[in-house]
């Protein structure tokens, strides 16, 4: 596909895009935000856990 024409239809499509108003994109900001904090939170814990268990496997 010709370079010219692959973003003529990106740019096409772009415009099809719905995109999300100012209260919608905070709703989802914040979401974003909460989720990855859950996550890493979690995985931290987990980590934590993990080593300890070790510690005292091999103390």
Do not use: C, H
């Not at 919608?24 to 814990?45: C, G, P």
């Not at 934590?48 to 496997?57: C, S």
């Amino acid at each position: 596909m010709n370079p010219v024409t692959f973003l003529k239809n990106v740019s096409r499509e772009m415009k099809k895009v719905s995109w999300p108003r100012g209260r919608e994109l905070t709703r989802y900001t914040i979401t974003v935000i909460v989720t990855v904090a859950f996550v890493t939170i979690f995985f931290a814990l987990i980590d934590l856990g993990i080593t300890q268990l070790l510690n005292l496997l091999f103390e």
